[in-house]
């Protein structure tokens, strides 16, 4: 460690963990209650702001020196990848807390300790993306899930959001118990922390089947944060029980910061052992989006549905991956830059999405996909919201999922004369159909079938929307339509992570 | 194996295994919630005598103080404070078929574990370096001061967590007024 410490490269963090203390502190004020909120937004922008300064450091005058930047002997590594990713995370956090202010406030279960523990799961977030030793990732991690459990139980005296909670709980120990396993069982046989120092010790040479071991258990801790098949199941029930912003949480940030742990240790740390992560995850890969979707289809529940479709998109983000271990000449890079562009169009439809439901059940108090049938006769602009972010998700152009899709298409079709990969493509073809079909049925539901004559006409419309969910519905809108009309915008970011593949 | 017999310390390791092995039967298989604490003591307390035996004194330390002094009486206080039946309880228990597929799970994973172990460490020798609290805290206030910090604010929010779940609702009290 250099005497002087780079508090520069770990100002995002200071000001988040500035900000997690601050809200806490404004929570016990006499002040209004959106004042707890407002601080978190404050804090989320100005974390943003040293983000920027690190990755644009060669064009300003008062900041020397270039490229990654590497803290505590390896461990902790601010290059352009992390800076993306944390601008992923703090974005979506942006958009989460944007979304729980109205929900939370009008709620029952108001407590102001709902922000500082959304901010405190953003911040583990944020620490992963520049973890690249076994401890930091694991706590960084740690500090991801361990919020989100609390969140997901939010209304106690709710049975479903306490089912929510519990299920998220024990299944989150589980992985982490098999994660923890996996990892001591690599130090075991490296005798190495660092990522770099696991992918030099693990070069040439035979290894004890133990280290195999190691490997499967790490990927499948990681599974189940990703909730990918056969380590899904808890996803559905999680998702309906949890309060709904929570849910967006958890389907965006928490789910990115499990891939930003499964791409960089597959990526750095195990770079020697393709064949034996590459297989896995093209199993894996192929049995998320092919369940996620048939299961999708048969749901008649807005939020279910939402649920399902995430557990498939991750097979999609998986694919590139699987791709790019097994097929021999094809570059990490180009899967990389595929999977985290996926990530960040997805991450805005999908807040976006969550959004929707959050705005359709304040109008039908219901997220029965029944009772939304007909919307468009009273509530249009929702309706229209409905179409832009269903559409995008399954990937209808020029909305943002196309490009998204089309990178990950292009990545798996780079690997083409082996049978795996054209294999791999042929599925994911088929389950872009399925998907949009249930994508479709939504917007088929809203726009096409007649208002329910059950519910009294007096009752819909409902109250106009809360001001910070307009705002959030307006951000992931706006960011969906512009950069599905210019995918550079988001595109340009996914590039800069190239470096990192590049690096080994 | 008339070596292996020949060394005292693998006599206490036989004898600890077994009681280790014992306990954590008993841990899983207890209808009494508190029995099966206890044993959960008696399998730590034996982990820590494993570590004494390779002489890592300071994870026998951490074993004691933080697994049996911490972890075990938050147990036995959260059995109380939440009223929670103590006693024998006849619905502590899984049908025979979920526990026959548990039983095979479980001993298909020690086996796997086992056998890997033994493949890859079976023939090393646990060499007496002396890691010093010293030497640990230089390392977790140096390296690792970044991952130490983190950890605190995990525990912050676990703790905040707990207290907003546990307390009463502020509507509830508005009731009672």
Sequence with gaps: MSALFDYHALAPELILAFTVMAVLAVDLM??????????????????????????????????????????????????????????????SAFISLLLAVGYVESDRYYQGEYYFLLLASVFGAVVMASSRDLISIFVGLELVSGPAFLLAGWRKGDARSNEAALKFFIVGVLSAAILLFGMSLIYGVTGELTFSGIRAATVGGELPAVFTLGVLFVLMGFAFKVSAVPFHFWTPDTYEGAPTPVTAYLSVGSKAAGFVGLLVICYSAFANMRDIWGPALWIIAVASMTLGNLIAVRQTNVIRLLGYSSIAQG???????????????????????????????????????????????????????????GMAQYAPGLSMLVVIFFFALAGVPPLAGWFAKLVMFQAIISGAPNVWAVLLGVIAAVNAVVAFFYYAKVVKTVWMDSVPVEIPAAELGGSGLNPALALALGITAIATIVTGLFPGVLSFFGEATRTFASGF | ??????????????????????????????????????????????????????????VVWTVVLVYIGAVIVLFLFGIMITRAPLGYEAELDHPPKTKALAAIVAGAMFLLIGWTLVDAFGTEEVTASVTTVGDIGLQLFGRFVLPFEVVSLVLLAALIGGIVLARQDPVDIEDQR
């Design chain 1, 30 to 91: 006499p002040v209004p209650k959106y004042y707890a909120a407002v601080t978190g937004l404050v804090g989320l922008f100005a974390s943003i702001i040293p983000l920027l300064t690190l990755a644009l450091c060669s064009e300003l005058s008062f900041c020397s020196d270039n490229g990654a930047r590497l803290l505590f002997g390896d461990s902790y590594v601010v290059d352009t990848f992390s800076l993306v990713l944390k601008g992923l995370f703090l974005v």
């Design chain 1, 315 to 373: 097979g999609f983000m998986l694919a590139p991956f699987a791709v790019a271990s097994m097929v021999e000449g094809v570059e990490l890079e180009g899967a990389l830059f595929a999977t985290v562009t996926y990530l960040l169009f997805y991450a805005f439809m999908n807040l976006g999405a969550f959004g929707v439901v959050m705005a359709g059940m304040s109008k039908v108090k219901s997220a029965e996909l029944s009772s939304w049938s």
């Design chain 2, 1 to 58: 194996m008339g070596d292996w017999l020949s060394e005292v310390a693998n006599w206490w390791f036989a004898a600890v295994a077994l009681a280790m092995g014992y306990a954590a039967y008993r841990v899983v298989t207890s209808a009494n919630v508190v029995h099966a604490v206890l044993a959960l003591v008696a399998t730590l307390g034996g982990s820590a005598v494993l570590f004494l035996l390779l002489g890592a004194e300071f």
